[in-house]
């Protein structure tokens, strides 16, 4: 079984809002991701958490939050997005972070729009 | 600064047809991945290249790790619709923390 899942499928929300985006995977993973992707570019790597911890922020802007509850769970906590922050919002999982165990698996994505 | 480089961009083939894309690095890759994109979707794994030479099929899919380990590609034997989609290579420098993507090679089929 290599399914990352992730809830909800879309989301709108004003400038306002708060928001959370929420990724699962029951691989035993021990490395997650956050990935923002804009339409016809790549995934960007915004967050990665080894064994739970956060390992690498890519200088994202601190309205978007991550938490890792425990070693299945990740969280990505939004507040106050710009409309430039409509993207598709991808977690994946690893077994670690270098060697074979590198080999990311990804969720279907978030479609976030901001109004 | 060091590049990743895709190509070629986009393909418009024959149903039927082969198809051949690949990647290269300005530097030397440990990792290898290749994934496929379909709209509104996660990338799904298509094949994970480790060793320099290894050469890996998966179906009608086959990637190669350069012997140089700064090259990779991945063909596809007798194209069907559902090929349709944007493929994207990824790896690992030896000197990174992260996986990067190339930009993505989009593959369109004439049935």
């Known amino acids: 079984d290599t399914e990352v899942t992730q809830t909800p499928k879309h989301l709108v929300m004003g400038m306002t809002n708060k928001k959370s985006l929420k990724c699962e995977q029951h691989?035993?993973?021990?490395?997650m991701y956050w990935y923002k992707q804009k339409a016809k570019k790549p995934p960007e790597l915004m967050f990665v958490?080894?064994?739970?911890?956060?390992?690498i922020n890519e200088s994202v802007p601190s309205r978007f939050s991550p938490e890792c509850p425990n070693s299945s769970l990740l969280n990505l906590h939004l507040h106050a997005l710009q409309p430039e922050d409509s993207a598709l919002y991808l977690c994946?999982?690893?077994?670690?972070?270098?060697?074979?165990?590198?080999?990311?698996?990804f969720g279907p994505g978030t479609r976030l729009l901001v109004l | 600064g060091q590049q990743l480089n895709q190509s070629p961009q986009s393909m418009f083939i024959q149903e039927g047809e082969d198809v051949s894309m690949n990647c290269t690095s300005s530097s030397i890759f440990n990792t290898w991945l290749w994934y496929k994109q379909e709209p509104g979707e996660g990338p799904v794994l298509l094949i994970a290249l480790y060793k320099a030479g290894e050469l890996t099929s998966n179906g009608r899919l086959t990637a190669q790790f350069g012997i140089t380990r700064k090259d990779s590609f991945l063909n596809i034997s007798a194209s069907i619709p559902s090929d349709v989609g944007i493929y994207f290579c990824?790896?690992?420098?030896?000197?990174?923390?992260?996986?990067?993507f190339g930009s993505g090679t989009r593959l369109s089929i004439r049935p």
């Open positions: 990824a790896g690992r420098w030896s000197s990174a923390s992260k996986i990067i």
């Open positions: 691989m035993g993973h021990r490395a």
């Open positions: 958490y080894s064994y739970e911890k956060l390992s």
């Open positions: 994946a999982s690893s077994q670690e972070r270098r060697g074979q165990g590198e080999t990311q698996y």
